[in-house]
């Protein structure tokens, strides 16, 4: 993801204020916006699509439904992604207490990526997708959300120590055995590589 | 050290979901459900940097005063009302305070609350600021927003956690308010592990992979377990007066931070009071 602009900044706090004033115009492009940022993280994390769509619907909900508390309008990212991080760990621990058993890979929205990419690429995204996916579930909960928060959204370490609520010692720990855990996992290593090489 | 190479990795790995985009459906459906008015959840482990000062601060008081108090027994179990957690709070946060758990807190007490949650309502500006449990040095406060809503406060922790009603907690007789406890262990090697209980749980029974568990009865709204996560925590199981479970919950997140920390000031040496009895 590119650094985003101030503007960019700007654009949201005024989307935050209009919206808290009552503009309801304003909803849409904050809920696409909360609902693109939580969607990417639940689904580096989640073992269905559809979980991933479940957890990023609640939490642009709940970010919606409570911008009136949320203090400066410019924190809106940081806000979503700590309601993320609450949502998503939730959601992880619900579906270990439940011994739910694993959903069919359906993470990958194969329509939106069919478009001038050629099926080869497709599968090795796709076998890139799962590898992640199943590297990352062996990890524990908060290891995958600071990774996730790290490559998919390119978030510095106090920017994920304050969506963790952690000490950003504890993110440098969460990363550092999280990459380790991923470094040794075989299966992600070759198709990762594949992807590099076709890249 | 993260070699150039181990990051192009990562990076490729995650290339997947760095581009997705929710589709219009989904877009439509959250602001319909705006839209409507339908009040969302909002729950929220905070820890920010700039209270810890006052939070161990707060605990280093709440030492020095726990000899001066314990929480005393509220509202014993009310036949036929609590069997749940939200049951607990409803009625307080209906504006009866007989029904509230735990013990008021004295107005400089309140003034000592931790602050500075930015996503909670202040505590400063709360209706019956309340402790509902304590153990070794952590307590579990409570309080109701200007907009009534329910919040938890954790001592000696950094974190607090907000409801917007009492529905939120849910029918079950038991609720563990994580991941807010993870912390690193105490002088004693202790984790707290913080939760709330229906009125009809008398005792809480902490199980472990080895070992005998760690019971703690005169539970009423609310208890704070000491636990050692080296025996592996497993579930927290609710028991009524008799004895009999109504209800549990697993312990499947890890209740120790995974880099080294200090305990706050005031922990070492600290014992075992709560506003139930630990049995261990």
Not at chain 1, 66 to 74: I, M, Q, V
Not at chain 2, 82 to 105: I, N
Not at chain 2, 168 to 181: C, F, K, R
Request: charged letters at 25%; glycine letters at 10%; a negative charge.
């Amino acid at each position: 993801m590119d650094i985003e602009p101030r503007e960019t900044r700007e654009l949201v706090a005024d989307q935050v204020r209009r919206f808290r004033a009552g503009d309801g115009d304003a909803a849409e492009p904050l809920a696409r916006r909360a609902l693109r940022m939580s969607l990417r993280t639940a689904s580096a994390l989640m073992r269905s699509r559809e979980d991933a769509a479940d957890v990023a619907q609640e939490v642009a909900a709940d970010v919606l439904g409570s911008l009136g508390r949320l203090r400066d309008p410019e924190a809106f990212d940081a806000w979503v992604h700590r309601i993320t991080v609450r949502h998503a760990m939730r959601r992880l621990k619900k579906d270990r207490s439940t011994r739910r058993t694993e959903a069919p890979l359906a993470l990958l929205d194969e329509e939106g990526l069919r478009g001038g990419i050629p099926d080869s690429d497709i599968d090795s995204r796709l076998a890139a997708r799962h590898a992640l996916v199943g590297a990352l579930s062996r990890l524990p909960a908060r290891q995958r959300m600071a990774l996730a928060l790290r490559y998919v959204h390119d978030l510095p370490d106090a920017e994920i120590a304050a969506a963790l609520g952690c000490r950003v010692g504890t993110v440098h720990a969460l990363l550092s055995r999280g990459r380790r855990s991923l470094r040794e996992d075989q299966q992600l290593v070759e198709v990762t590589l594949d992807l590099k090489e076709e890249g | 050290m993260l070699s150039d190479h181990d990051e192009a990795l990562f990076r490729a790995a995650f290339a997947p979901v760095r581009d997705i985009e929710p589709d219009e459906d989904l877009v439509a459906r959250v602001v319909a459900r705006v839209g409507r008015g339908k009040k969302a959840s909002w729950r929220f482990a905070l820890a920010p940097a700039r209270p810890r000062l006052a939070l161990q601060a707060l605990v280093a008081l709440a030492l020095l005063g726990a000899a001066l108090y314990s929480v005393p027994p509220t509202r014993a179990a009310i036949e036929g009302a609590g069997e749940s957690v939200g049951g607990v709070f409803s009625g307080w946060l209906g504006g009866d305070s007989a029904e509230a758990p735990g013990k008021p807190l004295e107005a400089a007490e309140a003034e000592r609350l931790p602050q500075g949650f930015e996503y909670l309502e202040d505590p400063h500006d709360a209706k019956e600021p309340r402790v509902i449990a304590e153990a070794g040095g952590y307590e579990l406060y409570s309080y109701i927003g200007s907009s009534g809503s329910l919040n938890f406060l954790f001592g000696g922790i950094g974190v607090g956690l907000g409801y917007p009603s009492a529905a939120e907690l849910g029918d079950a007789p038991l609720h563990l308010l994580d991941p807010g406890a993870r912390r690193h262990a105490d002088a004693q090697g202790h984790v707290p592990v913080f939760g709330i209980a229906a009125r009809s749980v008398s005792s809480v029974e902490l199980t472990y992979e080895s070992g005998p568990p760690l019971r703690v009865s005169g539970v009423e709204g609310g208890f704070v377990l000491l636990a050692e996560p080296g025996r592996g925590p497993t579930e927290v199981v609710a028991l009524d007066a008799g004895g009999k479970e109504i209800g549990r919950e697993p312990i499947n997140y890890p209740l120790v931070d995974e880099s080294p920390e200090a305990p706050p000031p005031g922990i070492e040496g600290s014992g075992h009071a709560s506003s139930g009895s630990h049995e261990p």
